[in-house]
């Protein structure tokens, strides 16, 4: 991705009616800068909050970004999986058998 990526991203959700405070911006460059997260990792972590979320969510853009750099996740295909993968974990432990 070339350097300008996440400025083109922020500027295409802006063209789509989509706009992001000055607060939500800062705190994605935080965000990127506290998990040392690579451009793609951060707009791959910002779509997908906007999609789950339906706004910018901190907290849960920077689960996702810290889950991407744990797992070097490069690709939205990959991020979907692992998304897939912590969502049936969860389901999993907190599931009960009654015997």
Known sequence: MDEN??????TLLASKGFRLSDGDL?????????????ESQVIIALEIT??????FDGSYFIALLESFVKENVQSKKKA???LDQLQSNRENSHSCSVG
């Not at 990526?5 to 922020?10: A, D, F, H």
């Not at 800062?26 to 690579?38: K, L, N, P, Q, V």
């Open 50 to 55: 906007l999609i789950k979320q339906l706004a």
């Open 80 to 82: 979907y999986e692992l």
């Open 26 to 38: 800062h705190f994605i460059y935080f965000g990127r800068h506290y998990t040392e997260a690579s």
């Open 5 to 10: 990526s996440l400025e083109n991203y922020v």
